[in-house]
């Protein structure tokens, strides 16, 4: 299975998950569907990283994304002034780049608390999925060769970030069994035979806000 595959599938439940939460709000199967897409994105970040030719230049580019999505962002879902995802895979590129850049130097302290400051900024600024975010794009890039530890790490990063929402709301929230769901996008993940596919870059980034602006214009037709 490609990156491109991938991304495919990332798009297809983004935006299944996504017309559940903007317009067919009381259709709850949508938004379980919708689980397995962001996991699926950190999965692409990560391996981005290590695969991009310039680092700072992938890095520039998913700013500017977030940048240009914010707007269709608030308006879809009425958020105010939380940050869209690009802003959460922005800092999550960050933090691969900051533990890796502390490790060559052999501080590997400061490599663990570079992430960790990260992933507290991206809960402050209110950036989607938070501290989740960053977490889980990081265990992509530093278990990539262990699936294994990596599949158990990403069970009990989403157990922790499960019983957050359950405190957050009540322990009977459907939310907090939801987000459980996106565990099963590390089946399509394993399948990943390290091939890039098709290239349709640009498309991928701009789907983001188009989607949402497409979203919202149909959210407001029905009244």
Same mark, same amino acid.
């Given at each position: 299975m490609s990156a491109f595959i991938l991304k495919m599938i990332a798009i297809v439940t983004m935006t299944i998950d996504h017309a559940g939460a903007v317009v067919f709000k009381d259709m709850f199967f949508l938004r379980m569907i919708g689980r397995l897409a962001f996991p699926i994105f950190a999965f692409l970040i990560a391996n981005g990283y290590i695969y991009t030719r310039d680092r700072k230049k992938y890095a520039i580019r998913l700013f500017v994304f977030a940048l240009v999505s914010q707007y269709p962002f608030m308006l879809a879902f009425k958020v105010g002034w939380d940050l869209n995802i690009f802003f959460t895979l922005f800092l999550g590129l960050i933090a691969i780049g900051a533990h890796e850049y502390f490790m060559e130097k052999n501080k590997s302290l400061q490599a663990s608390l570079s992430v960790l400051v990260l992933a507290v900024l991206a809960t402050a600024l209110h950036t989607d999925y938070g501290y989740y975010g960053v977490f889980l794009i990081f265990l992509? &890039? &530093?278990? *990539?060769? #262990? @699936? +294994?530890? %990596? =599949?158990? =790490?990403?069970?009990?990063?989403n157990l922790v970030f499960c019983t957050q929402i359950a405190m957050s709301y009540n322990y009977y929230s459907p *939310?907090? &069994?939801?987000? /459980? $769901? +996106? /565990? @099963? =996008? %590390? $089946?399509?993940? &394993?399948f990943y035979n390290n091939e890039r596919g098709p290239r349709l870059k640009y498309f991928f980034y701009a789907y983001y806000p188009l989607h949402l602006l497409i979203l919202a214009y $149909?959210? #407001?037709l029905k009244y």
């Open positions: 992509f &890039y &530093y278990y *990539r060769e #262990k @699936f +294994s530890v %990596l =599949s158990i =790490s990403v069970v009990i990063l *939310r907090m &069994y939801v987000q /459980c $769901i +996106s /565990c @099963f =996008s %590390l $089946i399509f993940i &394993y $149909i959210e #407001k």
